[in-house]
Antibody
Framework: EVQLVESGGGLVQPGRSLKLSCVAS????????MTWIRQAPGKGLEWVAS????????YYPDSVKGRFTISRDNAKSTLYLQMNSLRSEDTATYYC?????WGQGTLVTVSS | DVVMTQTPPSLSVAIGQSVSISCKSS???????????LHWLLQSSGRSPKRLIY???NLDSGVPDRFSGTGSQKDFTLKISRVEAKDLGVYYC?????????FGSGTKLEIK
């Protein structure tokens, strides 16, 4: 059974950092691109970052470029999202996904 | 950026009826490999999104054939035949052909 389990969310002050993790199981992790998607409270889905299966290339929208870094450890079947210089508009539930499968999400709240 | 225009924003339907949701993209979603990376997702209340259909018309495993996807280039449709109570939630179209990845704004399906 495929599972994606996110962790690392919480309440953080504006300007601070947070690192999310997503542990994958039930499939060959290093065969797949992985993606982070977020959803602000009561809003739609927004793409945050993607990474190739080897980790050799990463992709970001302008809204997080330069602040967020996606990475992966294929030996640990784990995906990461390092979020720096957090803003109130980054408040959302963050999902780890390979689109066919989604994690349960982890809530990040940016507030003073 | 590719803008995904999804209509209608909401639908109210009786059990057993059929409904269609439209998704139009501002650019062709045909990738250089000839495939069209347009997908449909369902997010039930309080749950993570779940992919129903990938590459326009391919049903994910376990998705009943009451769901069907059609379309090409820039114009796509999700049809749900014989709606059941468990179909309620918010439906999103998503394109993964072009970066940044983008989503429709969602269609909320309610049961009369």
């Amino acid at each position: 059974e495929v599972q994606l389990v996110e962790s690392g969310g919480g309440l953080v002050q504006p300007g601070r950092s947070l690192k999310l993790s997503c542990v994958a199981s039930g499939f060959t992790f290093n065969n797949y691109w992985m993606t982070w998607i977020r959803q602000a409270p009561g809003k739609g889905l927004e793409w945050v970052a993607s990474i190739t299966n080897t980790g050799g290339s990463t992709y970001y929208p302008d809204s997080v470029k330069g602040r967020f870094t996606i990475s992966r450890d294929n030996a640990k079947s784990t995906l990461y999202l390092q979020m720096n210089s957090l803003r109130s508009e980054d408040t959302a539930t963050y999902y780890c996904t390979r689109f066919a499968y989604w994690g349960q999400g982890t809530l990040v709240t940016v507030s003073s | 950026d590719v803008v995904m225009t999804q209509t209608p924003p909401s639908l109210s339907v009786a059990i057993g009826q059929s409904v269609s949701i439209s998704c139009k993209s501002s650019q062709s979603l045909v990738y250089s490999d000839g495939k069209t990376y347009l997908h449909w997702l369902l997010q039930s209340s309080g749950r993570s999104p779940k992919r129903l259909i990938y590459q326009v018309s391919n049903l994910d495993s376990g998705v009943p054939d009451r769901f069907s996807g059609t379309g090409s280039q820039k114009d796509f449709t999700l049809k749900i035949s014989r709606v059941e109570a468990k179909d309620l939630g918010v439906y999103y179209c998503a394109q993964t052909t072009h970066f940044p990845l983008t989503f429709g704004s969602g269609t909320k399906l309610e049961i009369k």
